[in-house]
């Protein structure tokens, strides 16, 4: 598979990676032996990042991948986590004490004593400008806790702060068909500022796989259940913030576009690979079958046909809603 330099940490990536909040659960129940057959899946369809966090099943999905890793020593694989929601969201616990807790507790996860990457996991605005907050990060850096340190944002704004500081090597943001604005600003400004971008809710929460219809139901403890109105966590991070109806609509004119061979959710991972400063995207997968199917996306070639449609769908169904508020 492709691989590319993500950002400042200098370290090659797959160009599909991995993300793995379905493995912590907030997707429905995961069985502990599915999760390492997918975790097996990716890294044989040559997947090289995984993307995590403390918060996802409290630890879950980052002990998944510690177990994993401890039982595959010879993988040369880089692990993304991130930290900052095992707290009320006020920008006054952002500070290198809990820094040190949440690390040391992913460390453990994780099982190992240095962190590739962590990122601050979507936290209150401010922060990202707090000057404070990047010094703490760099001290964990300087002791060794961590090699690179990124952020994980909601808006664009957010993102195009934490570019502007010269440690941050990597902005995870949503991107997809759904979501177009990154691409306005902070593709451009990343890629001038050697920063990575990891794109996540590739899919746009399952919506661009094209499975679902009007009749599709979620598990009560699915967050494509309880959080369709963002009553748990910002509405975006859930079908991409899009009202599931008109995206249903949406999905069956981007059907349209998908090349021969391709299924819908492979030319939808394909698109943003295709975007010129996307440094990885991390799909997530339920199943060995989506592993390898969302990896095999990483062969798929998309034209400027299909660019046109996906702008012309954006265009006609979500840049009214969607363009401003994120």
Not at 12 to 36: H, M
Not at 87 to 111: C, H, I
Not at 166 to 182: C, D, E, H, M, Y
Request: aromatic share 8%; hydrophobic share 40%.
């Amino acid at each position: 598979m492709e691989q590319r330099i993500l950002g400042k940490t200098g370290r090659n990536v797959s160009v599909v990676g991995l993300g793995t909040w379905q493995l912590g659960a907030d997707w429905g129940n995961v069985d502990p032996a599915q999760a390492q057959a997918i975790l097996a899946a990716s890294a044989e369809a040559g997947v090289n990042f995984f993307d995590t966090a403390d918060v996802y099943g409290d630890g879950k999905s980052e002990q998944a991948i510690g177990k994993f890793l401890a039982d595959n020593p010879g993988l040369d694989i880089t692990v993304a986590t991130k930290m900052g929601r095992r707290m009320d969201q006020q920008p006054e616990n952002y500070t290198l004490a809990n820094f040190r807790q949440w690390v040391d507790r992913s460390r453990k996860n994780l099982g190992t004593d240095t962190l590739d990457l962590v990122q601050l996991h979507c936290p209150p605005t401010p922060v990202y400008s707090s000057a404070e907050v990047y010094d703490a990060l760099d001290t964990l850096v300087s002791e060794g806790a961590i090699r690179n340190y990124g952020v994980s944002v909601e808006r664009t704004d957010e993102a195009l702060e934490a570019i502007r500081h010269p440690g941050t090597a990597s902005v995870q943001i949503i991107l997809n068909a759904f979501r177009l604005k990154p691409l306005d600003e902070v593709l451009p400004a990343a890629k001038a500022a050697n920063v990575g971008i990891i794109a996540r809710v590739p899919l746009a929460s399952g919506l661009l796989s094209g499975k679902y219809s009007k009749e599709t139901t979620f598990a009560e403890n699915d967050h494509r259940n309880y959080n369709r109105q963002g009553d748990k966590f910002d509405v975006g991070e859930t079908f991409s913030g899009v009202d599931y109806e008109l995206g249903l609509k949406a999905v069956a004119e981007f059907e349209q576009l998908v090349p021969a061979g391709a299924t819908t959710a492979q030319a939808a991972i394909a698109w943003i690979a295709a975007q010129d400063g996307a440094t990885t995207v991390i799909p997530g997968a339920r199943n060995v079958d989506q592993a390898t199917a969302n990896a095999a996306a990483a062969a798929v070639q998309v034209n400027e046909e299909f660019e046109a449609g996906v702008r012309w769908i954006y265009d006609h169904y979500f840049r009214e809603a969607i363009h401003p508020r994120w």
